[in-house]
Structures are given as C-alpha cells and as structure tokens.
C-alpha cells in the first residue's frame, strides 16, 4: 500500500516546488524523486504505471487551474476535457521515464540514469511542434532562485533540470547505502556541489551588476479573459494608455507590455496600431510591446500567425519585432 502512496507524496513535494507557493518551497524539488526511485526500483513490473501515476498527479497540481479559464463559445466541461487529455498526454512521458529506469540491470547506474532519461524526455517533449509542451519542466521550480540558474548561461535550460535530478539521485543513492560511510561521501557531495553551484551563481549575478544600471516598467494591464475574448478593443486601449502614461512620468528607459497585451494584430496601417503608437508618442518612452501577428505567404497561399513582440521607439516609429 505504501508504494501506491508514494508517487503521490511525490507528486505532492513537485507540486509545492512551483508557484504560487512560497519561494523557499521550491527546495522540495530535490527530495521529488526520492519516493518515485524508491517506488520503480521496488516495483519494476509496474514501473510504467508507477511514473505514470506520479505524473498524472503532479502535472494535475500545477495545471488544473487552466480548466478554469473562460473561453468564449466553448464549454467548461470541453474545456475540463482537454485539459484532462493534456495531462494523460504528459503523464506518459513520466511513465516512459519510469519504464526506462526499470530495465537497468545495475541498482546504481538505474539511480543514476534518471537525469539522463528524464532531461532527453523533457529536450523531447519541448522540441516537437504540434505536441510540444515545456510547461512544468523540472528546472523552472528554481525560477526565482537566480543564484541557482547561472549554470544555464552554458548549459542552456536543460542543465538545470539535469543538475537538479542528479542531486535527487545522489540524495537517494547515499540514503538507500548499507554502508554509513558511502551514505556520508554521497551527502558531502551533495553539499560541496550545492555549496559550489551557489558560490559560483552569486558571483556571475555581482559581475554582471557592475554594468550600467537600466530602468525598466514593466506594464501588466490585467486584462479579464473575458473581455480579451470579445475583443473589447477601447477598454483594453484605455488600460494600456493609463499604465503607459502614468510609468513614463517616473523617466523609465524601456516600458514592457505583457504577452499578446495589443488587442489587435499588428498592422502598420490599422486604426488600432495606430492609437498604440500614439500613446507610446506622447509618453516619450520606448515601447516593447506583445502583439499577435500575421500574415499572407503568397507561395503557399495560406494566412501565418504568430504570437509577436514589437519595438516601437518614442517617436512611435517600429523598430524590430521577434515572433
């Protein structure tokens, strides 16, 4: 019975590892795949199912709030719905990693193989096009922890997720040791790496804070998602005009809207973009600004979207735009 319960303590501890639950909590996200080790290495014939249980429930912590969006036309129960296919879908790859581990002939080099399983799921999940999904990925738990993301300035975002399995996986290794000494070594590993990783972290944050200082309002107009959906144009204008106006009057160098915050597609002709540029003019700042985008490829014949950000300058002129 305890096996079943463990991947749902699991489940439990990623669940309080993201927001919006306090910062220190993100820790847990060292002592998550303590019990799922322990449930797959003692129950090898159902270690898919065991994965696949632990993933269900934790993508479930962290996603369920999606299905209380509101959506214009479209039921909660079909929205409910989707969201439950969402989480079968990702649970599989956690199942996958479970399976993986399972088939390791070597109780070491399984407990260790976990990072490396995990981490070419994860790269896997997030690369492909109509099925990619990174959300809830290990690494974003230290999100708010720069001391502890430095290392991705060379090893890209997977080397977090990778750095933080292994910790799990040294945690469980010197944990389930026999012998006390090699359960010492293991947990002063541990420590000297963590020690190193933050030592390290901190001073890559204090060189990088000897540069120029550069002011920056960022601008989150909160937007109802009922009111996006009815495309309530002068509203959502009106917001972004008070918020701009009212940061340019504290001399920022920069002011940054949210995602998608331009409640039109950006047209360099429309009557829309045009108000935009107008506000960003007479707040005198220039303006990053997320906008959706299109446009018609005449080759194919087919209309192209995108979800877009804009660089409009003080003088309202357009600057560059990243899709």
Known sequence: MIRFFLPLISALLFTLSFAPFHPHLRFCIYLVFIPYLYAILHSKKR???????????????????????????????????????????????????????????????????????????????????????????????????????????ITGFPGISFLILFYSSLLYWSFTQQKWKRSVWGIAVFVVLFVIQVVAGNAIIARAQQGQTVKISLIQANILPEIKREHEVDERIAALERLTLTAASHKPDLIVWSETSVPCYYREDSDC??????????????????????????????????NAAFLISKDGETLGKYR
């Open 47 to 153: 270690a898919f199912l065991t994965g696949f249980l632990f993933g269900f429930a934790a993508n479930a912590g962290i996603l369920w709030w999606i299905s209380a969006m509101i959506v214009e036309d479209v039921s909660r129960i079909l929205i409910a719905s989707g969201v439950a296919l969402l989480i079968i879908y990702l649970s599989l790859y956690w199942g996958l990693v479970a399976f993986f581990i399972s088939k390791m002939k070597n109780r070491s080099l399984a407990i260790f193989s976990l990072p490396f399983f995990w981490v070419s799921l994860e790269f896997i999940r997030s690369f492909t096009s109509q099925l990619g999904f990174p959300w809830g990925s290990v690494g974003y738990a230290f999100s708010r922890i720069p001391s502890l993301i430095q290392i991705a300035s």
């Open 273 to 306: 973009i045009m108000r935009i540029k107008d506000i960003v003019r007479r707040g005198g700042v220039p303006v990053v600004a997320g906008a959706p985008e299109f446009f018609v490829s005449h080759k194919k014949k087919e209309r192209k979207r995108y």
